[in-house]
């Protein structure tokens, strides 16, 4: 059978939960109302559908886990259910009848679900696999079972079935029913007594002793049942009831258990327990004998000569299949004496081969080269071979007969090897080919540690009967595997801290440095870690940071001079690691001896160089503590010169922002001096304008006033780029809508346009405009917009200017138009000499720009421009 560990399911403890709080309400509820018989016929008919429900919903997540793990049980799990959907279906119309249409519920149409409920459940206790039998086994089974029906019978004839048959309580159908509810509940004595004698195969006791449960608490229920109606003293809602319920939920909790029972991957087989060896099982016929002459005897006394006739010939029966099983008994034990002496000298002819084989099998066994050791099922030593005496350090002699788990496995794995053991003598095939490892002790006190492959010890008939153990010492390689696992671990972390210093900003160099020199302590266990920079002659060096990892301070400050250390300095600038097992001794760091050393109790050192821009700048100086000296492996070497890089990219980093630093400051002076000058070419420009204004007022020729006027407003409309570029935050660019703004408005003034009541209309867009295109563009609008204010209208005459400008895809549009009395016919646009058009023209081809033109006599002009940015390469 498949089984699968992911299946869902109700727990047990949660079901028995549920179980258990109905059942316990119910009868509460039951005694409290006991009077009112309308409140106990709602409660009983309510709460009895509702059970059954339940019920059902624990026997279909069975079927589930069965059905999923193709269970051979899942045929009879389903009959089970059958049979409770069939009693929910009664009570369902027992409970219509009875508080829906207020009718008589017994006899009715319910009885068909209840009487169905007996065969299904009947059948789906048969379908459950079995255990073998021999022949004669099978036979006494039967024999029994057939005394007990007999026995059980005669009991319920004389106290049940003949005084109803001798009273005719009740009449018609429901005395009928009566009595066949009672030949019903006789009948699941059979199904009872299965359970009872032929265990279920795949079934545990716990599971059996549910369902055997259920049967009985609903058989004593029914003959209740049967006996309040027949006497008319039965009452929906009466307490005993309960019998039925706590039946209905022990089916439930049976279905329930043995669905986990398979998720957890229990054994399908059962106990070795044999149901034929219960002592009861042997007197039990004997007893029902005794019962059946007591009956008998009560019969005579009380009955008529019909019913003496019956309890006579059920006694005689009894009798009868009495004395049959004793004659089978007698043969069962003469073929089981017979067989017992075939087995005494088969046993001895064995021994004696056995023997044989074992003196060979011991030769084999003392020169293997692993350690065999033979355990029984007691957990004792039978047997070791002259390896594992080695190992152990033991005589055989002291070895044989002791108990393996308590006199040589490490107390700290006793209790764990020895519930293993167990657990693989009980269930074998969990446990198939099993391998453990397990530290001993040996003679000595050492502890090794031994990896074991199990096999199993089986006799002619396939019992085991111990444990076969073949194992390794292992110890030098579980050391060797605990370094390396250390080593690893600190490689990992070693890399995961350089990792983690690599990504960090040494924004502040002081700091940085603090956390390398503890980082750097704290991976390499060092006591004291320090970093030095040369001078710029590199005659002595100074301390930049030193932490000492007891006291978890830092200092700094220290200069050592080349003249007092001349060899250290040397080794120093010959650009190699100073490894120093013996620091006081060492050639490279003798010189600190008596002055730094001895003093701090320094003994062994690693001075790894600092180099920066290509040229040696400093030391990254370890300096070890202690009793015993440290050879310094290439992975501290390595880690420690990482260290060293780091600073070396620390003190990159602090020289690039620096650098940075001064550029950011040059290119802030660069922008002062560009609004500055932007401010004196807008001054110069005004200046420019002012003079031209001035010159014109001495100018009485009407014509060349306006030429100066119009002069004078290309220079203003250049000088107000400028102005606006010196307030942009970027010193490129300027928003052109302000741009166009003030252009506006100072040509308005100066041509009078507001008292002419020439009206704007502006639509412009928020676009930025880089200096290149601004300037020209301006030009442009003003030439257009001084033409429009010019000659657009005449004397008198209200007129209305529009300007727009926006964006038009990846370009600009922008229109500049008036309902004046249109553009000259005469004149070509394109081709004039007018200086004001030929300078549109101009500028238009600068910025690579389209103009049109759109014009009707009387109705006004309208000029469109299309461009786009003017990109130059970035200047610097």
């Known amino acids: 059978m498949e089984k699968n560990p992911k299946i869902r399911l109700i727990s047990l403890r949660n079901a028995t939960i549920i179980s258990a709080v109905f ?37 279909i997540l069975t079927l589930r886990v069965l059905k999923t793990c193709k269970s051979s049980e899942y045929t009879a799990w389903l009959f089970l259910t059958l049979a409770q959907f069939s009693y929910l279906v009664g009570d369902v119309i027992w409970s219509i009848l009875e508080m829906g249409l207020r009718t008589e519920p017994f006899p009715s149409i319910a009885d068909v679900g209840y009487i169905l409920y007996y065969p299904l459940f009947a059948i789906g206790i048969f379908m459950l696999p079995r255990l073998s039998q021999n022949t004669d086994r099978n036979y006494k089974t039967v024999l029994d079972m057939a005394i007990i029906l007999i026995a059980s019978g005669m009991f319920f004839w004389t106290f049940l079935i003949m005084p109803t048959l001798e009273t005719k309580t009740g009449e ?39 369902l055997a449960a259920s049967i009985v608490a609903q058989l004593f229920t029914d003959i209740w049942f049967v006996q309040q109606t027949i006497s008319g003293n039965y009452f929906s809602g009466n307490p005993m009831e309960t019998g039925w319920m706590i039946g209905y939920f022990l089916l439930g909790l049976a279905g329930i258990m043995r669905a986990n029972e398979i998720i957890s991957h229990e054994k399908e087989a059962t106990t070795s327990r044999d149901p034929h060896k219960f002592s009861y099982n042997i007197y039990l016929p004997y007893l029902l004998v ?9 019969g005579y006394k009380n009955y008529s000569d019909m019913n003496l006739m019956v309890l006579e010939t059920g006694v005689g029966l009894t009798i009868l299949l009495v004395v049959i099983r004793q004659l089978l008994s007698l043969k069962e034990n003469q073929t089981l004496y017979l067989n017992a002496q075939q087995e005494i000298i088969k046993r001895k002819k064995t021994e004696k081969k056995l023997k044989r084989e074992r003196d060979r099998a011991q030769s084999y066994f003392n020169i293997s080269g692993v350690i065999l050791l033979v355990l029984d099922l007691k957990g004792c030593v039978k047997l070791v071979n002259k390896k594992g005496c080695q190992v152990l350090g033991y005589p055989k002699e002291e070895i044989i007969g002791k108990d ?25 095939k ?69 990792l983690q210093l690599t990504r960090e ?56 001079k080349a003249l007092d250390y001349p060899q250290y300095f040397k080794a120093i ?121 001035l010159q014109s007022r001495s100018i009485e020729n009407e014509s060349v006033r306006d ?34 703004r003030n252009l506006v408005n100072t040509l308005f003034q100066s041509y009078n346009a507001h008292n002419r009541e020439i009206k704007l209309k502006a639509d412009i867009e928020d676009i930025k405009m880089g200096i290149d295109t601004a300037i020209p563009l301006g030009l442009i609008m003003n030439e257009l917009l001084t033409n429009s204010l010019n000659h657009a209208f005449q004397e008198g005459q209200n007129g209305e200017i529009k300007i727009s400008a926006k964006l038009e895809g990846d370009g600009y549009l922008v229109t500049i138009s008036d309902n004046g009395v249109g553009f000259p016919d005469d004149i070509d646009f394109y081709q004039t000499r007018s200086l004001g058009l030929q300078l549109v023209n101009t500028l238009v081809d600068q910025i690579k720009g389209d103009i049109k033109l759109e014009t009707e006599h009387g109705k006004g002009t309208k000029f469109e421009l299309r461009f786009k940015e003017v990109k130059y390469k970035a200047r610097i």
């Open 172 to 210: 018609g159908l429901g005395l009928y029913l009566s009595i066949l509810y009672i030949m019903l509940d006789f009948a699941l004595l059979f199904p009872l007594l299965d359970l009872i004698f032929n265990r279920i195969k795949s079934l545990k006791d716990s599971v059996l002793l549910l």
């Open 707 to 740: 030429v100066f006027k119009e002069s004078q407003n290309r220079v203003r409309s250049m000088s107000m780029v400028h102005e606006l570029l010196y307030r942009s935050p970027d010193l490129a660019s300027i928003y052109f809508k302000d741009y166009i």
């Open 573 to 693: 600038k010959n650009s190699h690691n100073i490894a120093a097992y013996d620091a006081i001794n060492d050639p490279n760091t003798f010189e600190f001896a008596e002055s730094y050393l001895k003093p701090l109790g320094i003994i062994s050192m690693l001075d790894v160089p600092i180099w920066f821009k290509g040229e040696l700048y400093g030391v990254l100086c370890h300096e070890h503590v202690g009793d015993r000296k440290r050879k310094w492996s290439f992975e501290d070497q390595d880690f420690a010169g990482a260290i060293a890089n780091l600073v070396s990219r620390y003190l990159e980093s602090e020289n690039r922002r620096q650098a940075e630093k001064k550029i950011i400051q040059s290119l802030n002076e660069k922008e002062v001096l560009l609004r500055e000058i932007h401010h004196r070419v807008k001054n110069n420009m005004q200046v420019i304008s002012s003079l031209l204004n």
């Open 430 to 498: 969990d446990y198939k080919n099993m391998q453990t490892e397990t530290n001993i002790i040996n003679r000595e006190g050492e502890k090794r540690t031994i990896s074991w492959q199990h096999t199993f010890l089986k006799n002619e008939n396939k019992e085991i009967v111990g444990t076969l153990s073949s194992g390794e010492d292992v110890t030098l390689r579980k050391i060797r595997e605990k370094k390396l696992n250390e080593k690893t671990k600190s490689t990992i972390r070693r890399q995961d801290v350089l």
């Open 290 to 298: 005794i019962l059946s002459y007591l009956l008998l005897i009560v």
């Open 23 to 59: 059942t316990v309400v119910y009868l509460m509820l039951t005694l409290i109302f006991l009077g009112n018989q309308e409140f106990l016929t709602v409660l009983s008919n309510t709460i009895s559908p509702l059970v059954n429900l339940i019920v059902i919903i624990f026997l």
């Open 505 to 560: 900003e040494a924004n502040d160099l002081e700091h940085a440095f603090k956390t390398l020199v503890e980082y750097d302590s704290d991976i390499l266990d060092v006591e004291r870690v320090s970093i030095w920079f040369f001078n710029d002659d590199k005659t002595e060096i100074v301390c930049r940071d030193l932490y000492q990892k007891s006291t978890k301070t830092h200092d700094k400050g220290f200069i050592l």
């Open 404 to 428: 393996w788990f308590s006199t040589f496995v490490a107390p700290e794995e006793r209790e764990d090897a020895k519930s293993i053991f167990t657990k693989s003598i009980q269930n074998p």
